[in-house]
């Protein structure tokens, strides 16, 4: 029987593992060293997690222990794309229910051709530090006009902050915002005074 297995290597009590399914429902099951053989060899073994519908779905380790992650198809039937990864916060459903799993028939009959598809180890995942914040000593320099109406210097922008009079003008051939210096429009060449 084809499955995908993730050798997780050891991992401390209450760690999170979160898998990541695209594609049909699969079989998850988060299961330590002695289970995954007993696995292997199409023997009853005991492992967090099941049938899985829902993506992601997160487990967490019972015990410290050699954690390995197997992904196979219900029937032996579909295709799934996986991904796991190692959190260390814990957010909500998380199974932590161990549970006692039979081997299918399909796996029964293909463990001594059984393939694996080996997924390369899981690096442990490292926060990333955050950047460090800087002061701003100066505000950004604001480009300034005068105002047709009242002639003060003012910030460019929709409105003259003295008066309050329209700094911009909208061109009525394509209804794009000008500024009150702009003779003809610059999207469309209308002539806008």
């Not at 996986?82 to 814990?90: F, K």
């Not at 957010?91 to 932590?96: D, L």
Request: aromatic share 8%; glycine share 8%; proline share 8%.
């Amino acid at each position: 029987m084809n499955f995908t297995h993730y050798d997780l290597g050891g991992l401390g009590k209450g760690r999170t593992v979160e898998v990541a399914l695209q594609g049909n429902a699969a079989n998850v099951y988060l299961m330590d060293h002695d289970n995954f053989e007993r696995y292997n060899q199409a023997r009853s073994f005991q492992a967090l997690g099941g049938l899985v519908t829902f993506s992601p779905i997160r487990l967490q380790t019972i015990a410290s222990a050699h954690w390995h992650i197997v992904i196979d198809m219900p029937k032996g039937q579909g295709m799934v794309k996986t991904a796991v990864r190692i959190r260390d916060s814990q957010p909500p459903n998380i199974s932590t229910n161990l549970a006692k799993f039979k081997p299918s028939e399909e796996q029964k009959r293909s463990v001594a051709n059984s393939k694996t598809s080996n997924a390369p180890p899981i690096p442990e995942t490292k926060q990333e530090p955050k950047p460090e914040l800087k002061t701003v000593t100066q505000p950004p320099k604001l480009e300034q006009i005068s105002c047709p109406k009242c002639g003060i210097l003012t910030v460019r922008g929709k409105f003259c902050t003295e008066c309050g009079s329209p700094m911009e003008k909208i061109c009525p051939g394509c209804y794009i915002i000008n500024t009150l210096e702009n003779k003809y429009c610059y999207e469309c060449g209308y002539r806008l005074s």
